[in-house]
């Protein structure tokens, strides 16, 4: 009795402004305000109000059979309460259905589980305690930034208390299992690991408008037939995507909405099925194999390795010179320091740095700086008068 | 004294080193009485100019008889030494109307011939430097010819002043026309530009140029050394005026944010191009930052090196201490110069170097590469070889280190620098005239 399982990554970056050389020592504020506000209302109305509307809309219909997870970064909470109290609304609406299971991350969508554990662990309390005093739940599931993953991730993750792990599906550690069951880290005793169905989840996230694909245009019983296909080869159906998927990057014009709408009927019309969040999921499967991945994987999309966000030079002096200002931001111990230090840490920041190396790269590509040298020279001035104000405030 | 100056940089109109340059010969020789017409491939009319003297060689007329003229020399020039100067021949717009009034003023007689006074072609010229320079250096010559005639006719003139290797083919053409002695000014050779791996085409230019001219000026001794040992120039044939200083009356003082009030910072500002050795600056600030991490570096400044130069700041990883502020201009490039606690000047090759100049008078003292000109008049300067990166870093260290001796080299500088005027360079130009028009001093 397969269970499909939706869980929607929502983010959005704090843009940097042009940040020149005179202004070091003179200005410490880095975001691009009318950028990111403008952005912000553009998504909400596109994608998060209609989204979750239509996701309210289901979850009533369907009087709790239809079930999905989320998955929100710090900063996007951060922007929505700034810009866009109206789709946070929304979103405390559907916590209150009893049908959404909200996920932990790191507050600051940062890559700190590769530099720090102890910044790790305080960005994902820190996360903790926003789920609750938003959304009214204590988290039992992690998503690490950009699905980054490895035995040593889910170690940490596990001694924080969390029953179920996310992962991206496309890891060669797989070898010839399916993502279509549920895992146990090496080294773990209780946690459980749940892969992304890559294939299918990406029929939605990527394919879904593509003209040039044979299946265009998908239509919601085909792709139930498709899930049907597993029943007998697997017990959890995971859709991972990006939240914006749905009126961002799939236009309301490719009919994604109508899609979703229909969706949930053509897939329990076969009573074998069912949605369910992601650690209910995980309760109701037993442990099929136990996963060793020692190395990090990835979201796919981004190479296999950390090579999109740490890959060259400049990612990599940009993220020294932001993880070495750890010790000097612990002991100052100021709330509104440690707030922009964790800002900074957004992994979009060391993903504009980013030099895509193939044709594939380039289209999926976004960056608000025209090439990645900008984006690490604006970045840099950035943090050095981040550091500059680090040093006088220890000093006095 | 009527000069007419054939130029492709004036301010406002695309100005680098050289526009400057030309800019403040024109304005000290006009201080001395000198009549000037400068000549330049285009002007934006909207643009307006200081004085009436700049002419546009764009959209003027070029009749039959010129255009007739202007191959004949060029075909003496190939069967001459002259073999590299190749006049292209320009697609032939005719136009029936407009014709030159020209006088006798010992002009080639063929100029005047009354059967081909119509207008053969208006040459248009977008100026600058893109892509097509090479065909606008030629195709300049016919359009130039045409202006420094006219106004040879409209007022006599004494001699014809060709500032670097664009305007040489033009200066030779039209000197043969009108009889007027050529003098060469030489702002910069391809080997500063290039090293040694130049166009060819350049610097045959530049040799068909710097030998065919009554005279030459050079911006330095050892620009004047160059065109020597590798032009072939008569050293008795060069003589060394070194540009001025622009003297501003006032530098406006700029606020620095108490924050970084106390920082140490050390800057480059400059075309980030391979005669500006900026990897020799980038390397230096490596090692000073090895001794001294504190210390705050800039790279202000556009060029071809800029990318390289980026990732090899990355892969040093002193990305949080060496900024790009990119290209910079007007009020910025004084708030930098400013905000400098000493600026490099790291030249593989500078003819002279005006930028050291504006630096010093913005406060910032100067370390210069001993391959830079303008060293010759600024004694109190800190030198070093632009490839000595060690020894780059230990003074940049001694300046960072010992802020006394750093006034002190400033102060000297400082002193020279109120030498450097415009108007002692136009008298060293008008004392360059008198090698080849007996005139220059009337």
């Not at chain 2, 400068?38 to 039959?64: C, E, H, N, Q, W």
């Not at chain 2, 944010?257 to 920082?263: I, K, M």
Request: charged letters at 25%; a negative charge.
């Amino acid at each position: 009795m397969p269970s499909v399982c939706f869980c929607f990554e929502v983010h959005q970056p704090y843009r940097l402004r042009p940040y020149s050389f005179f202004d070091l020592g003179a200005r410490n504020d880095y975001e691009d305000v009318q950028q990111n506000r403008s952005i912000m209302r553009s998504v909400a109305e596109k994608c998060y109000l209609p989204m979750n509307a239509l996701l309210l809309e289901l979850i009533e219909r369907h009087q709790g059979r239809f079930r999905v997870s989320f998955s929100l970064s710090g900063v996007v909470l951060d922007q929505l309460m700034e810009y866009a109290p109206d789709a946070l609304e929304s979103f405390r609406a559907l916590a209150r259905t009893g049908c959404v299971e909200f996920l932990d991350e790191t507050d600051g969508h940062s890559l700190a589980s590769i530099f720090s554990e102890d910044e790790f662990r305080s960005q994902i309390q820190r996360h903790r305690e926003r789920m609750l005093e938003l959304f009214g739940q204590r988290p039992r599931a992690f998503r690490n930034t950009e699905f980054i993953y490895n035995n040593e991730v889910a170690r940490i993750v596990e001694e924080m208390g969390y029953s179920t792990v996310l992962a991206d599906g496309a890891s060669q550690a797989l070898d010839w299992r399916s993502p279509h069951f549920v895992y146990r880290p090496r080294g773990c005793s209780n946690l459980k690991l749940m892969l992304k169905s890559e294939s299918l989840s990406d029929d939605i996230a990527f394919r879904f408008s593509s003209r040039a694909w044979p299946a265009y245009p998908l239509m919601a019983d085909t792709f139930a037939g498709w899930l049907r296909g597993m029943k007998g080869n697997g017990e959890v159906i995971n859709l991972f995507m990006n939240y914006e998927t749905f009126g961002e990057l799939q236009w309301a014009e490719t009919g994604i909405f109508d899609f979703m709408r229909a969706l949930p009927d053509e897939v329990l019309r076969d009573p074998d099925f069912d949605f369910l969040t992601v650690s209910e999921a995980a309760d109701r499967y037993p442990v099929r194999d136990e996963l060793d991945i020692p190395w990090y994987v990835c979201r796919t999309g981004a190479g296999q390795d950390l090579s999109a966000w740490l890959g060259n030079d400049m990612q990599k002096d940009a993220a020294r010179a932001l993880y070495e200002c750890q010790g000097m931001v612990a002991y100052l111990g100021n709330d509104e320091v440690t707030k922009t230090w964790r800002r900074l840490q957004s992994s979009d920041h060391l993903y504009y740095m980013n030099v895509p190396q193939s044709q594939d790269g380039g289209a999926a590509f976004f960056s608000p700086y025209k090439t990645p040298l900008e984006a690490y020279t604006n970045f840099m001035n950035v943090l050095a008068d981040f550091r500059i104000r680090l040093f006088a405030e220890s000093n006095r | 004294m009527r000069v007419l100056m054939l130029g492709w940089e004036f301010p406002p109109h695309i100005s680098g080193g050289l526009g400057t340059a030309c800019y403040g010969i024109t304005q000290g020789l006009m201080e001395k009485g000198a009549d000037i017409a400068f000549i330049l491939p285009s002007m934006k009319a909207d643009k307006s100019t200081p004085g009436s003297y700049l002419r546009s060689a764009s959209g003027v007329p070029i009749s039959r008889a010129l255009k007739k003229a202007v191959e004949k020399v060029q075909r003496q020039q190939e069967s001459d030494e002259f073999s590299h100067l190749f006049m292209r021949p320009v697609n032939a717009r005719l136009n029936p109307y407009g014709s030159y009034d020209f006088g006798q003023l010992g002009i080639d007689p063929d100029v005047f011939n009354e059967n081909d006074q119509y207008v053969e072609e208006i040459s248009h010229f977008r100026g600058g430097y893109h892509d097509d320079l090479m065909d606008e250096v030629y195709r300049f010559t016919t359009a130039a010819s045409a202006v420094v005639l006219e106004e040879h006719m409209k007022k006599r003139a004494d001699v014809i002043h060709a500032h670097d290797w664009m305007t040489y083919p033009a200066a030779i053409t039209a000197s043969r026309l009108s009889g007027l002695p050529f003098v060469a000014h030489l702002h910069a050779t391809e080997f500063d530009r290039c090293g040694d791996h130049g166009y060819d085409k350049i610097y045959n230019i530049e040799r068909d140029g710097l030998q065919a001219a009554d005279h030459v000026i050079a911006v330095s001794e050892r620009t004047k050394q160059v065109a020597v040992e590798r032009y072939g120039v008569p050293p008795e044939k060069v003589s060394v005026v070194y540009n001025g200083a622009f003297l501003h009356e006032k530098i406006p003082t700029f606020e620095i944010p108490e924050l970084v009030r106390e920082e140490k910072r050390v800057l480059f500002m400059g075309r980030v191009t391979f005669q500006k050795g900026p990897e020799y600056f980038v390397e230096a600030a490596r090692l000073v930052l090895n001794e001294m991490p504190d210390v705050r570096f800039i790279m202000a400044g556009n060029g071809d090196l800029l990318p390289r130069m980026i990732r090899r700041v990355a892969e040093l990883r002193m990305g949080s201490r060496f900024h790009f502020p990119g290209f910079m201009r007007g009020k910025d490039v004084q708030h930098m110069y400013s905000m400098a606690t000493l600026y490099v000047m790291p030249s593989v090759s500078e003819p002279f170097g005006i930028a050291p100049l504006e630096a010093l008078q913005c406060g910032a003292p100067i370390l210069l590469s001993k391959q830079s000109g303008c060293a010759e008049v600024l004694p109190g300067a800190l030198t070093v070889d632009f490839w000595d990166v060690r020894r780059m870093a230990d003074k940049i260290l001694d300046v960072l280190n010992h802020p006394d001796m750093a006034a002190e080299s400033l102060r000297l500088c400082q002193d020279a620098l109120q030498q450097l005027t415009w108007e002692r360079a136009a008298d060293g130009i008008l004392d360059a005239y008198a090698h080849v028009c007996p005139n220059a001093r009337s």
